[in-house]
Nanobody, 117 residues
């Protein structure tokens, strides 16, 4: 069973930066995608950024130009560099890994990111 281990989030001030990392416990051999979702209080979980097969990336409109996702295949790791953070970025952030099989999707435990003065 694949496990996704996330780094800790934290409390940052508006305009600040934070870097999240997620590491899979096992090497993924199939076609896969890996990225980050988030869920704010009272809202649905939404896609933040994701790396798809072939190395392409997709971002939520709300984070374009501020967040950067990157993947290190050798380390089975995906990172999310978050710059110019805003209070509306406050959420629990979840790492996600998907294979070519819909029945083989994995989630991290979630880490709290709070943006507040």
């Amino acid at each position: 069973q694949v496990q996704l281990v996330e780094s800790e989030g934290g409390l940052v001030q508006p305009g600040g930066t934070l870097r999240l990392s997620c590491t899979a416990s096992e090497r993924i051999r199939s076609i896969w995608r890996m990225g980050w979702y988030r869920q704010a209080p009272g809202k649905q979980r939404e896609l933040v950024a994701i790396v798809v097969p072939g190395g392409g990336t997709n971002y939520a409109d709300s984070v374009k130009g501020r967040f950067t996702i990157s993947r290190d295949n050798a380390k089975n790791t995906v990172n999310l560099q978050m710059n110019s953070l805003k209070p509306e970025d406050t959420a629990v952030y979840y790492c996600f890994l998907g294979t070519n099989l819909p029945s083989r999707e994995y989630w991290g435990q979630g880490t709290q990111v709070t943006v507040s003065a």
